[in-house]
């Protein structure tokens, strides 16, 4: 009998402890940290380097008058190194596409050879310094990978060029003036999120671009600065390809999916 008092007792209790923890309050588990989702929405700064190209098609004229004196164009250009740093704002829209706004300067050593249309005076012509302003436009196939096409207005400084005799000694002969050439470039190319930890603003960038420009006649003058009598047409085109590194200043930080 008194063991039959104990057991029951036991389990009084055990029923009254379960119903007393159940009406204690609940913690709710803490809420997991929501990972920030991919915004190519901002500004950023970018430097790198590259190689280009230019060629130009060039015949001799009168001077003055700028009347042909042969209608057969010369065909040169020149090949070398250089060094970009650029500044630009994007806005990305409808989830996977970015539109944005850049402008960039180059540092460079391109250079070639200039030969007359006789071939009877040459020179080294380089391009030196280069700016360009323009717009891109792009396409997201994942959050951190851009792909995009770009256009814009481009100015670029050739310096000026001493022509030699290429018969004989190279005694040098006539000049032709600096020049900053003016026109449109258009290219392409890709912007890729580097995976680096601690590193989340940091992207690399490879660009594609090609530039025409406007002619120009350069009035050509002897070594004792007298007019030489005669100009060079000149039609100049170049092509780069450049690799930078970006970092990018969101606007009010990473978008943050909330619920």
């Known amino acids: ?106 540092w460079a050593n391109i250079h070639g050879t200039f030969d007359s249309e006789n071939f009877l005076l040459a020179g080294n012509e380089k391009l030196s310094r280069q700016w360009a302003a323009g717009g891109r436009i792009g396409y997201l196939p994942s959050p951190n990978l851009l792909t995009f096409i770009s256009g814009g207005w481009t ?27 003016r026109g449109w470039f258009i290219g392409g190319g890709y912007e890729y999120q580097v995976p680096w930890a601690g590193f989340n603003g940091l992207y690399w960038k490879t660009e594609y671009r090609y530039s025409n420009f406007r002619t120009a006649d350069l009035a050509v003058s002897t070594i004792a600065g007298l007019n ?19 970092w990018r200043f969101n606007w009010g930080g990473p978008v943050v999916a909330r619920y």
């Open 1 to 106: 009998m008194n063991k039959l008092l104990i057991a029951t007792a036991a389990v009084a209790l055990a029923t009254a402890g379960t119903a007393g923890a159940a009406d204690l309050p609940y913690k709710a588990p803490p809420m997991q940290a929501v990972a920030p989702v991919q915004t190519w929405t901002g500004c950023w700064v970018s430097g790198g380097v590259g190689y280009g190209m230019w060629n130009q098609e060039s015949h001799e004229e009168t001077n003055p008058g700028l009347v042909s004196l042969n209608n057969t164009d010369v065909t040169h250009g020149g090949r070398g190194w250089l060094g970009r740093v650029g500044v630009g704002c994007d806005y990305q829209f409808a989830s996977s596409f970015v539109i944005g706004a850049f402008g960039d300067y180059d």
């Open 155 to 181: 100015e670029a400084r050739f310096d000026g060029v001493t022509l030699s005799s290429t018969v004989g000694p190279a005694v040098a002969l006539d000049t032709f003036p600096s020049n900053d050439y």
């Open 228 to 246: 030489a009598g005669f100009a060079e047409h000149m039609q100049k085109y170049e092509q780069t390809v450049t690799t930078s590194l970006v």
